[in-house]
């Protein structure tokens, strides 16, 4: 079975710009999580979709937005960049949206200067 | 609000010793708990679960076991191995909420 994949895994942006990242889940999984990793803490979580909607979300402001495609894919997009926003970026993958193990890629890391 | 806490390290051992790594959670409800590992510039993978009190989850040689009574999750292992060497990640989630709550990692390293 395929994982799940990210891209890219590293990016550079400025400050005041605006990225996108992109998730493939794993082959029958029809639900996406997106976690936030700060160097040296736990995954914090910032949404997650479920059947192309966002079904839950964390204490991320709305520059933080998503998509979920008909393949399951996913995109998270965050705009107005701040130097905060620099971390690494996982999403992860689920049977169900409830009480189901996640299964991670290995992540984007961004950078903002 | 729910929260895992989980001891601080880096945990420096040296290979074939025991292993134990303190996790404690509050939870409204009955959440479902899980240890994730993370390899060096890798994403995490789950290593072990348990969904109701006294369960025990185990994988890899690893185990930990569910306590209601002390809120805990520990994780051990009677014997690392060098390999083991990586981030060990508590979590819980509680059905209805969608998200899992994570730790803030504990660093194993396992010497020769």
């Known amino acids: 079975e395929t994982g799940v994949t990210q891209s890219p895994t590293h990016l550079i942006k400025t400050r005041g710009q605006q990225v996108t990242l992109r998730c493939s889940s794993q082959?029958?999984?029809?639900?996406v999580s997106w976690y936030q990793q700060a160097l040296g803490q736990g995954p914090q979580f910032i949404f997650q979709?479920?059947?192309?909607?966002?079904?839950g979300r964390g204490n991320f402001p709305p520059r933080f937005s998503g998509l979920q495609f008909p393949n399951y894919s996913s995109e998270l997009n965050v705009n107005a960049l701040e130097l905060d926003d620099s971390a690494l970026y996982l999403c992860?993958?689920?049977?169900?949206?409830?009480?189901?193990?996640?299964?991670f890629g290995n992540g984007t890391r961004l950078t903002v200067t | 609000g729910n929260s895992v806490t989980q001891m601080e390290g880096p945990v420096t051992l040296s290979e074939e010793a025991f292993l134990t790594i303190n996790c404690t959670y509050t939870a409204t409800g009955y959440p479902s708990l899980f240890w994730y590992v993370q390899y060096p510039g890798e994403g995490l993978q789950l290593l072990l679960k348990a969904t109701k009190a006294d369960d025990k989850g185990s994988n890899k040689g690893f185990e930990a076991t569910y306590r209601k009574e002390t809120t805990s999750f520990h994780l051990e292992k009677g014997s690392v191995q060098v390999s083991d060497s990586a981030v060990y990640f508590c979590a819980s989630t509680t059905s209805g909420t969608y998200k899992y709550i994570f730790g803030t990692g504990t660093r194993l390293k396992v010497l020769a």
């Open positions: 992860a993958s689920s049977l169900d949206r409830d009480n189901s193990p996640l299964h």
């Open positions: 082959s029958g999984h029809n639900t």
């Open positions: 979709y479920y059947r192309e909607e966002e079904n």
